[in-house]
C-alpha cells in the first residue's frame, strides 16, 4: 500500500470531525480533543517547560478550539497546524506574562502509532540527545526544530503555526542546524 494512502485517510477523518464538530455534535469535539491532546501537551510542555503550565495552556488551548471551531476554515495548513498556533499563542501569552522559564528533568513523548520497544527506546535516546544539543539554540530555532523533527510538521506548516514566512522557517531551521552541527564536531 502506498504510504500517503493512510495519510490522505487520516485527512479525510479529521476533516469529517471538524465538519462534525463545527455542526455542534459534541462526540467529533471529544475525538479531536482526544486525537490532538498528547501532541498539544508535548508541544507546550517542550515550550514552557514546566508540567504545570502546560496542563493549563493545554486546557486553554482545547477552550479557545471549542470558542474558534465554527471559525475555522481550510486552507494550506492542516487542522493540526490551526491548533498548534492556539497552542504557541498561547505559550508566546505565558511567557510575556511570567517571563520566566523552568525546565523539567523529563519532557513527555508525543503519541504516536505503536512501535516496538527497541524503536521507541532508540528514539526515546535520540530525542534526549536532540533537546540537550538544541538547548543552546535561541528559542525560535528550537520551535523550528521542535516542530519539524519532533512533531514533524512541513515548513509551511511550521510557518503557519509560528506566524512566519515558510522562508524564515527555512532559514532559522538552516541556522539551528549549522549550530547543531559545529556543536556535534567541537565535542
Avoid at 479525510?12 to 462526540?27: C, N, S, Y
Amino acid at each position: 500500500m502506498a504510504a500517503s494512502a493512510p495519510n490522505a485517510t487520516a485527512q479525510a477523518d479529521v476533516r469529517a470531525l471538524v465538519a462534525r464538530a463545527q455542526a455542534g455534535e459534541r462526540a467529533a469535539l471529544e475525538e479531536l480533543y482526544l486525537l490532538h491532546f498528547d501532541r498539544i501537551y508535548s508541544y507546550l510542555h517542550l515550550s514552557v517547560g514546566n508540567r504545570h503550565d502546560a496542563e493549563d495552556l493545554t486546557t486553554q488551548t482545547f477552550l479557545k478550539m471549542l470558542e474558534a471551531i465554527g471559525r475555522f476554515r481550510w486552507q494550506s495548513a492542516p487542522f493540526s497546524a490551526w491548533l498548534f498556533r492556539i497552542a504557541h499563542n498561547l505559550a508566546m501569552d505565558h511567557f510575556r506574562a511570567t517571563k520566566r522559564w523552568q525546565p523539567e528533568e523529563e519532557v513527555p513523548e508525543p503519541v504516536e502509532a505503536e512501535t516496538s520497544a527497541e524503536e521507541a527506546a532508540l528514539h526515546s535516546i535520540g530525542r534526549k540527545s536532540m533537546l540537550q544539543l538544541i538547548e543552546n539554540l535561541s528559542h525560535e530555532q528550537q520551535q523550528v526544530l521542535t516542530l519539524k523533527f519532533v512533531f514533524n510538521f512541513s515548513n509551511g506548516e511550521a510557518a503557519a503555526i509560528l506566524g512566519k514566512t515558510e522562508g524564515a522557517v527555512k532559514s532559522l531551521q538552516h541556522r539551528a542546524l549549522a549550530s547543531l552541527q559545529k556543536q556535534i564536531s567541537s565535542s
